[in-house]
């Protein structure tokens, strides 16, 4: 494994909002290329990450930095300059799915459902929004992971405050119609849709950041439960959702299920986690694959 891959650097870690989860991801993905026998080594990003791919004459990087660090594009454009192999999607696809508003529009534009949405610029546009989409509504950051900065808006003191606070992200913000809906997770692996997984939040009002990393209450199933043919016609429209923002190797795409049995999609992930509490690694569990196979299959699709 050593001849083929040469030396692999597992970046992780940077500046985003998501530092300590990417480092939970870069660690465990570390350890398991470890035990697949491949030369691997933890870079943090944040420390001069560029000398020290260089000076270990990595010819691989493994992307496990998440939000703004290692889904914007940026990374990976300078990987390409490089000249250095990388997992998953490329610089293009990593810049749309990041931003939500972006994101959004060409799911619409391409016959795809999304809660319905609008940009707010500014403080003064509750009736505006409430008129649009009703109360309570969603106020999220146009570019942020993990469920960051997202809140459930009930009532104008709500909104006051929590604009006041996302306008600090330096981030466009997003408000977004609160939907009952029950939420599921498809993970993309090598040109396939895994098994869905429905989420359960257990007392959380929706699945925030506490309920995907640190809550033993949020419940994870799968098999989901849907009809074997509403899985299967649910996995197409993924998969095309995926195929249509040219997500490559491995990614995860988030959605409600509505009453018509269709997809309503949140958003694209192109470097999803992975901790003990991942989507991803469980979903490749249910077709056989383990983690330490699935850091290494991964690794086997990187692209130039």
């Not at 923002?245 to 049995?261: K, S, T, V, Y």
């Amino acid at each position: 494994m050593k001849e083929k891959f040469g030396k692999v650097a597992v970046l992780c870690g940077g500046y985003s909002s998501e530092r300590k989860i990417s480092l939970m991801t870069g660690k465990a993905v570390w350890q398991a290329l470890s035990n697949k026998d491949i030369d691997a080594y933890l870079v943090d990003t944040k420390n001069e990450f560029l000398n020290q791919i260089t000076e270990k004459n990595c010819a691989s990087a493994w992307i496990a930095l998440h939000g703004s660090d290692g889904e914007d594009g940026k990374i990976q454009s300078l990987l390409e300059i490089m000249d250095i192999k990388y997992t998953g999607s490329g610089p293009l696809a990593c810049s749309l799915t990041m931003n939500k508003l972006f994101t959004k529009k060409l799911l619409l534009q391409n016959g795809f459902k999304t809660p319905d949405f609008k940009l707010v610029e500014s403080i003064d546009q509750f009736e505006e929004v409430v008129e649009l989409l009703e109360l309570p509504f969603i106020l999220k950051p146009c570019s942020q992971g993990s469920s960051i900065g997202v809140s459930i808006i009930n009532n104008k003191n709500d909104f006051d405050r929590e604009f006041q606070a996302l306008e600090k992200l330096n981030d466009w913000v997003i408000a977004e119609s609160y939907l009952l809906y029950s939420e599921y997770t498809a993970a993309f692996l090598n040109e396939n849709i895994l098994p869905l997984i429905k989420i359960d939040a257990g007392h959380e009002h929706f699945y925030n950041y506490e309920a995907k990393y640190f809550s033993d209450k949020t419940k994870y199933i799968c098999p989901s439960g849907l009809d074997p043919q509403v899985e299967e016609r649910i996995q197409k429209r993924c998969f095309d959702a995926c195929k249509l923002f040219a997500i490559r190797g491995w990614g995860r795409i988030d959605f409600f299920i509505d009453q018509n049995d269709d997809p309503v999609i949140l958003e694209i992930n192109t470097v999803p986690g992975m901790t003990i509490h991942s989507l991803v690694p469980m979903a490749a569990s249910k077709v056989g694959i383990d983690f330490d196979q699935l850091c290494l299959d991964i690794l086997e699709m990187s692209n130039v």
